[in-house]
């Protein structure tokens, strides 16, 4: 007979593979309203800018996250900006990013792999969130342009 503890992790498992990047969409679709929460971390984790976007700007951001490849990996950072999809006043879904390079489903074990970290930091910046392109920018001087922060990659 199996334990309790044995199958609620067989449940948590099937729960966090069950979250794929082309989902994204139709649970924006599905939301009452899409947040974004931007933090400075060099400020103790204060947030900068938390702001409700447009259902268009959900839509088109929803497409940027959809085009996002699972990855065998996951970054130890608590990513940011953070997506928080509401649903009747409570998030039901929220989405981390990780360095501008990959997403994570909170609750998730794993990351996946943007497929345009340039076009996700250029939406967010166009939307007055600047984190992720000021990120990346660091990234392309210190590494080379096609180089990804250690935490970022697959393991």
Sequence with gaps: MKSIASLLAAVSAGAVAAFAPKDIPRLIEQA????????????????????????????????ILAESAPTDGSCKCAGNPVIEIRKNGAPTKTITIHHGLTIR???????????????????????????????????????????????????
């Excluded at 009452?32 to 204060?46: L, N």
């Design 105 to 155: 489903m909170r609750g998730a074990k794993l990351n996946a792999k943007v497929g345009s970290p340039e076009r996700l930091a250029e939406w967010l910046a166009n939307n007055g969130f600047h984190s992720t392109k000021n990120e990346l920018g660091k990234t392309e001087k210190s590494t080379g342009k096609n180089s990804e922060p250690q935490a970022a990659r697959g393991k």
């Design 32 to 63: 009452d309203r899409v947040e974004i929460v931007e933090s400075d971390f060099s400020k103790g984790d204060r947030v900068v800018r938390r702001s409700e976007i447009s259902p268009k700007a959900a839509a088109e951001l929803g497409a």
